[in-house]
């Protein structure tokens, strides 16, 4: 089963710095039939205006991906950790019992971003926070794995869950085929481009929640950009 989440349809914030759309219930954003997915409880695509972001906050029992799309952000926490992660790249934060951090876009223009939370295995953990450069030239064809804690990914950034988060880069016609364990399920957005998944379209921006299918073709209608998340 794949239901697709057309971008026109999702939650959605407004504000004078902050343009953001929601692919499961956020903030003041309430769908009882989007609360998550497996672990997966957050999937938020935002644009945030230049000089402008999120202040110093406070999370905590939750694994925190942000996969930079255009521009870059700038992360700084109670910990000293202190990092700009730039397009392409990808940063964790595993909140743990507890973090303060802030995230500004001090670029000159836009940023955009995917920003995943992730319930983790296990609370009460050490905080912490890092980053990694995935040059998009390695995703070409190809589902790299950017953030995981499955075995078998060691290149990836860590999270405490039993789930990946993949990226690749497809030209208009590449096709790649992803296996799907029995009983995990999947959560896939077309960051650029259009795609074909198991005969299902999907539009630039477009979620899809996938459910009992044994793997997945994804096939680019166009020069497309994919994000998978791989969960138990």
């Given at each position: 089963m794949i239901e697709p989440r057309p971008f026109g349809e999702l939650g959605r914030f407004e504000n004078d710095w902050l343009s953001a759309r929601y692919h499961f219930s956020?903030?003041?954003?309430?769908?009882p039939a989007r609360m998550g997915l497996g672990p997966l409880r957050v999937w938020n695509d935002d644009r945030i205006r230049p000089g402008t972001g999120f202040?110093?906050?406070?999370?905590?029992?939750?694994?925190?991906i942000t996969y930079v799309r255009s521009g870059a952000i700038s992360h700084e926490d109670h910990l000293g950790n202190k990092g700009r992660t730039e397009a392409g790249d990808v940063q964790v934060m595993s909140?743990?019992?507890?973090?303060?951090?802030?995230?500004?876009n001090l670029e000159s223009e836009d940023t955009t971003m995917f920003q995943i939370w992730i319930e983790p295995a296990e609370t009460n953990l050490?905080?912490?926070?890092?980053a990694r450069q995935f040059p998009?030239?390695?995703?070409a064809g190809q589902?790299?794995?950017?953030?995981?804690?499955?075995p078998g990914h060691d290149d990836a950034l860590e999270i405490h869950q039993d789930a990946t988060l993949f990226g690749a880069t497809l030209a208009s016609g590449d096709e790649v085929v992803h296996p799907l364990e029995p009983g995990r399920k999947a959560y896939?957005?077309?960051?650029?481009?259009?795609?074909?998944v198991n005969g299902v379209a999907l539009g630039a921006?477009?979620?899809?929640?996938?459910?009992?299918?044994?793997?997945?073709?994804?096939?680019?209608?166009?020069d497309s950009e994919v994000v998978l998340a791989d969960l138990p």
């Open positions: 956020f903030a003041d954003y309430y769908d202040p110093m906050h406070g999370h905590r029992d939750m694994e925190i909140a743990g019992k507890g973090i303060l951090h802030s995230e500004y050490k905080a912490r926070w890092a998009k030239d390695d995703r589902l790299v794995p950017l953030a995981s804690g499955r896939l957005v077309a960051a650029t481009g259009r795609l074909d921006r477009d979620g899809a929640v996938i459910l009992d299918e044994p793997s997945l073709t994804i096939r680019a209608a166009a």
